[in-house]
């Protein structure tokens, strides 16, 4: 059974936790995540949820409390976004380190100085190689539906690797959107009763964790970590396989979007894939062969996957919502191009920077994009590899 609503992208993941039940939450507000947070506190204040919500004085602490319950053996989440992501560096590794499951929505929200609330994606790409697994969503029902799967991937025996759910700031987070929610017992079903692992509770069998690892292993405990990353993949297209049998809804390790018969295709994550759909499609009336591609899982990213669906395009446009100074490529492009760097055929590659700051990206700059891939694919010429779209003078 699933029940037709009208929700916000923050109200769909509050739910989702309510579904869920986790054992430990931490909260503290930041916008725009506020609104997910106390939506799910009124949940535990109203008796509906037995969650044990620790409310702290930073995201330092947070995610601290949820390293400490996790480690336990609790099933635990939390979210944040921008300034209390960053401000969460330490813990983050440390974490992934442990590999305890925890799942944090991270509501993309860009960097300061100067502050703005408002969406990029500079605050998770930051964190990218923090050795946490990265699920990207285009809307609220993705949003909802990744944060479910998001408890059984992390918490998968083969694993056991804290997650991130990104979605867009204000675009996702506050839209009110048609979604399709799961009906509860359908989602506790699915998760299922958390499994701890060397909990720390379990004082019959004593354990430590983060030991002291000098030169003689660490190294080798980082390859071991690096070992478990590649089993990431497999785990997340069989719990989206399961997801679908209950849902109705197909996820991968990305999509396309007519890319099989493509000439030239573009690459976007989260919101503004569904702008550069609409645009795609009046393209293809006129004849013109582009296509799309959306990552997904951007953490461990699937660089084979990518580049075997991408590499028989003549041109091809990474759009980055982040930026990286001194001189390099958006970080979206910098992983699609290696995808594609050791096949002998491959596409001609532009990067184009938009929407810094939650500035809005608009169907003529997709249009635009496709008109400079159209000339590039005809004359084999690449002008400017990287340049910033919506700018003004």
Known sequence: MTKVVA??????????????????????????????????????????????????????????????????????ATATSSQGLALMWEILYIAAGFRLPIVMPVVNRALSSPINIHCDHSDAMGARDSGWIQLWS???????????????????????LPVMVCYDGFIISHSIERI????????????????????LLDVDNPKSFGPLILTDLYHEVRK???????????????????????????YGLFETYRLEDAE???????SA?????????EYRQRGVKVGLLKPRLFRPFPYEEIGNAL?????????????????????????????????????????????????????????????????????GKVGSLKEYIGVRE
Do not use: W
Request: glycine content about 6%.
């Open 7 to 76: 929700v916000t992208g923050n109200e769909a993941v509050a739910n989702a936790f309510r579904q869920i039940e986790p054992d430990v939450c931490a909260a503290y507000p930041i916008t725009p995540q506020t609104e997910l947070m106390q939506r799910f506190a009124s949940f535990v204040s109203n008796g509906q949820v037995k969650t044990e919500l620790i409310l702290v004085e930073s995201e330092h602490s947070a995610l601290s409390a949820c390293v400490g319950a996790a480690a336990a053996g609790g099933r635990v």
């Open 138 to 160: 285009e809307n609220a029902q993705e949003a909802y539906d990744n944060t479910i799967q998001a408890f059984r991937i992390a918490e998968d025996m083969d694993i056991r």
């Open 180 to 199: 399709e929610y799961l009906d509860d017992e359908t989602v506790k079903s699915f998760v299922g009763d958390y499994k701890p692992l060397f909990p």
């Open 224 to 250: 071991a970590h690096s070992e478990v990353y590649k089993k990431v993949p497999q785990v997340v297209l069989r719990v989206a396989e399961e997801f679908e049998k209950i849902s109705g809804r197909k």
């Open 264 to 270: 030239i295709g573009i690459v976007i994550l989260n």
């Open 273 to 281: 894939a569904g702008t550069t759909k609409d645009v795609i499609d």
């Open 311 to 379: 590499k028989h395009l003549k041109a091809l446009c990474v759009l980055d919502r982040a930026d990286a100074f001194g001189g390099s490529y958006g970080p979206l492009y910098l992983d699609i191009a290696a995808s594609l760097c050791n096949y002998s055929q491959k596409p001609l590659l532009i990067n184009r920077i938009y929407g810094l700051g939650g500035r809005d990206y608009m169907p003529e700059q997709a249009a635009k994009v496709i008109e400079e891939l159209m000339e590039i694919a005809k004359t």
